[in-house]
């Protein structure tokens, strides 16, 4: 897999210090994004990995990871977490696991706050599997800071 990996010191301090170009926001939540090129990686395994911890105002508030792959017709591969929202107010490691469609022409990751509190975000990696590396893993750092 190769290892593409973002420091985030967290979601509050980003959206505070500096306009986000790639995010967006409603009125029950926000999002970052960022975009690799998926091209030469159809098939091939990814996953995208961060610490996160919430403090959340209430039940209805979360912090998630979120992955999509772009198709040049259509969506491919789609999680965001919905099923497992992340309240703890401990930092814990999450993992989004998927498979880059055929077709693919990005890979579409970033993190996702609903409702109220504080959401901490650091050491964002998206590994993707690369048959040149034999299964091992290859590290380039794509961004210093979001």
């Known amino acids: 897999m190769k290892i593409i990996k973002i420091s985030l010191l967290?979601?509050?301090?980003?959206?505070?210090?500096?306009?986000?170009?790639?995010?967006?926001?409603?009125?029950?939540?926000?999002?970052?994004t960022r975009s690799i090129s998926a091209k030469?990686?159809?098939?091939?395994?990814?996953?995208l990995k961060a610490q996160v911890?919430?403090?959340?105002?209430?039940?209805?508030?979360?912090a998630r990871l979120w992955a999509r792959v772009d198709k040049a017709k259509g969506v491919g591969f789609f999680e965001n977490m919905w099923v497992k929202p992340i309240r703890t107010n401990d930092w814990k490691t999450y993992t989004?696991?998927?498979?880059?469609?055929?077709?693919?022409?990005?890979?579409?990751?970033?993190?996702?706050?609903?409702?109220?509190?504080?959401f901490y975000y650091d050491d964002f990696?998206?590994?993707?599997?690369?048959k040149k590396n034999n299964g091992k893993l290859f590290t380039r750092k794509i961004l210093k800071r979001l």
Do not use: C
């Not at 990696?125 to 690369?130: A, I, L, W």
């Open 10 to 32: 967290s979601f509050a301090i980003a959206f505070g210090l500096a306009p986000l170009q790639n995010s967006m926001a409603q009125d029950t939540w926000s999002s970052l």
């Open 125 to 130: 990696k998206v590994q993707v599997e690369t």
């Open 40 to 47: 030469g990686y159809e098939g091939h395994r990814f996953r």
């Open 53 to 62: 911890k919430a403090e959340v105002e209430d039940d209805s508030a979360s």
């Open 96 to 118: 989004i696991e998927g498979t880059i469609d055929t077709g693919a022409t990005n890979l579409v990751f970033g993190a996702l706050v609903e409702m109220n509190g504080k």
